[in-house]
């Protein structure tokens, strides 16, 4: 597998599993929540709950904006103050009512009055601070501390890029190949840009936060988003879900799928290569092991998410539906896969043939087979073509495989001396096997040859182009030795005279003699490029032209 392939892999399996960790660690939010915030410049200063026929987003928005109001009229001084003249205490600001405190707001059924003093002082303390935060010196150093922030996030990132830079000059140096090279420049080059996104983002969300404008418009930004997230959209199995829950969803089965690949590796690598068994019983085994964590997972996932697997039961015959109409070409190649991986009429690492494709089987999964071509070109091949179609599997049970080689000498060749030297380049070659031994049959009278067949028997199947190459080379070189001539086709023209009943006239005598000086002229041509000078057929002419 090249670097390039891991690189990608590396950042896929980096992003489920930050993904995953993210999204599960987020906990369950109730759709309907009891309590609501009370909220000066984005800040929360404490959460009220349900009192009577009053909601808490009904209370906090009322003690929200009364605060917002005391906070705009900055000539007047606030004060804070509790009245307890009443059966409930209530928060004051100015004479006006913010917020009665009752005995929902203390889960722990603490005393009122107490709490209700506390959360005065939160208020007054958050007044004052609103009130600062729009004099001009703050506003001031606001702005100073922004410059600062951009200015600091624009010398860190020129530091990431002369560091990327460096470290890419260092790579160059070495050297390596076009391939191995852009395998670690890919998630290098990801990685600095996470970085540069990540400060960006931390820059301008600490500039929104130094602002009470700019923080209360992003907390109701922030607000928007959870309200979306968290809002129901769907009822499955008697609950309903929201987005975040869907990404929740997403995320488990993220961390699930790394794990399987993990398990996948760490069974093939650590566990099935120290048992002895093929390469193609251990990817047999970590596939079907691999299939099995999954499903098993899946189940673990769906039951953590909170569904219930009875509550599936219409969804898996509206499934069944689908795979019947529209995914019935998924359904049979997956089929056809399980029956490739279970019947193992073709392995990983068996060298097939099918159609006018020929190579190793690299991979098998569910739905395809990796054929890798003796181009070292990967085609992927749907699994029902090998249940459909005739497969000539070199390696099936056993590797040992035979080659023939037609051999054509010409008439009049040693027929012994042809034999011995086609069996003696046989066993010259290191690759062909003594058990069984060679074999040379004469398969007959051909138009220009004597036509020989040479058997040989090999025990690498995709090694037999290069073993057929090499024995034509030696056998070509033993006939020269020995005068064995492989002859090329060829064909003889024969012109024979005969008695006319009348007498040629002088026209017809000189368009023979024309066309025999032709011919003649056409056939010393022929001779004279094949470099050969053929005596019979100039024995031949010259009766021709005797004859004329």
Known sequence: MSNSRLGFKFILSAIAIALGIVLTAIPAVPVENSTAPILLDGRTLFQVSDSGRFSARE???QANDILDEKIGSSNVPIEVEVDTTQDIPVIRVNEDHVLSVTQEDIPDGGNATRQARQWAAQIETGLD?????????????????????????GLLSAALGWLWRHWRR??????PSEGERDGLELPAR?????????????????ITYLFPQTRQLGHDIASALFVALTSELFPLGGKSFSILDLLRLLGLFALLVVAARSFRQILRSRVLNLTGLSRAAQETIATISNYIFIFIGAIVVIQLWGLELSSLTVFAGVLGVGIGLGLQGIAKEFISGLVIIFERPIQVGDFVEIGELMGTVEHISARSTTILTLDRISVIVPNSRFLEAEVINWSHRSPVSRLKLPVGVA????????????LEAAREHPEVLSQPPPLVFFKGFGDSS?????LVWIADPLKQFRIQSDLYFLIEGLFR?????????????????????????????????QLSYSLAQWLNHQESNNGNGVKDRAVRRDETDRRI
């Open 481 to 513: 030795d020995r005068d064995v001539e492989i002859p090329f086709p060829q064909r003889d023209l024969h012109l024979r005279s005969g008695n006319f009943s009348g007498e040629m006239s002088p026209q017809l005598l000189e368009s023979l003699t």
């Open 59 to 61: 209370r906090a928005d």
């Open 190 to 206: 990801f990685v600095l840009t996470v970085l540069r996104l990540a400060l960006v983002a931390s820059v301008l969300f600490y």
């Open 411 to 422: 008439y009049g060749s040693h027929l012994e001396t042809v034999k011995n030297t086609l």
């Open 129 to 153: 601070r609103a009130r600062y935060e729009r004099t001009n010196e703050y506003f001031t150093q606001a702005v100073l501390l922004a410059v600062a922030c951009a200015i600091l996030a």
């Open 450 to 454: 004597l036509d020989f067949q040479l």
């Open 170 to 175: 260092l790579l160059l140096q070495r050297q």
